[in-house]
């Protein structure tokens, strides 16, 4: 079974553009979780959709911005990019999200200057 | 709101030393899980404690979670360079189902 894919792996961006990524789970696992990792912060959540709907939402500005579509792929928006976006965002799957556990992708670093 | 705090942020140890890591949550956990970074990679689950007071080993690896639910460890006996990485915490509000990662400690294993 192939694992959690995320594209583009890296990304360089100008502060003030606009950002979207994008993660595809695991076959049939239905839910996505977005984190936001930096070396200062650590392991940030961001959102979690399940069957298109987001169930959770963690503590990030309305930059940040999700979605999620019919075959379970997810992606994440950012608007207006400020230095401090620059880190490693990591999308999970797994199959219901409550109690199992999460797969992680191999991430998008995302560099803003 | 919730957090989950971890500790200690660092650690170095000899190889041949035990190592323990500590998290600790503000309210209490339907759930714990607990992850490995190694450099450059990205989180891969370890593990999961659902039932209070639940210890489960893995080889070298003992897991604990609290009676309250609240907190849990991990510690590993005899470390080897292949524990090198970052472990995380993850604990799932009994409130709110959100997953909440603790900061990690970064272990270090001198040969």
């Known amino acids: 079974k192939a694992g959690v894919t995320q594209t583009p792996r890296y990304l360089i961006k100008t502060r003030g553009q606009q950002v979207t990524l994008s993660c595809s789970p695991i076959?049939?696992?239905?839910?996505v979780s977005w984190y936001q990792q930096t070396p200062g912060q650590g392991l940030q959540f961001l959102f979690e959709y399940f069957s298109e709907t987001q169930r959770n939402k963690g503590n990030f500005p309305g930059r940040f911005s999700g979605r999620q579509f019919s075959n379970s792929r997810s992606e994440m928006n950012v608007s207006t990019l400020e230095l401090g976006d620059s880190a490693l965002y990591l999308c999970?799957?797994?199959?219901?999200?409550?109690?199992?556990?999460?797969?992680f992708g191999p991430g998008t670093r995302l560099l803003v200057l | 709101g919730q957090q989950v705090m971890q500790i200690p942020q660092y650690q170095h140890v000899q190889e041949g030393e035990d190592f323990t890591t500590y998290c600790n949550s503000s309210t209490t956990l339907s759930n714990i899980q607990w992850y490995k970074q190694r450099p450059g990679g990205h989180p891969v689950f370890l593990i999961q404690?659902?039932?209070?007071?639940e210890v489960k080993k893995q080889k070298r690896l003992t897991f604990q979670f609290g009676e309250a639910k609240k907190n849990s460890s991990l510690h590993i006996t005899a470390t080897q360079t292949t524990d090198v990485g970052t472990y995380f915490c993850?604990?799932?509000?009994?409130?709110?189902?959100?997953?909440?990662f603790g900061q990690g400690t970064t272990l270090q294993v001198k040969p």
């Open positions: 999970a799957s797994s199959r219901e999200g409550r109690v199992e556990t999460q797969y």
């Open positions: 404690l659902v039932k209070s007071g």
């Open positions: 993850a604990g799932r509000s009994s409130n709110t189902g959100k997953l909440i």
């Open positions: 076959s049939g696992h239905r839910s």
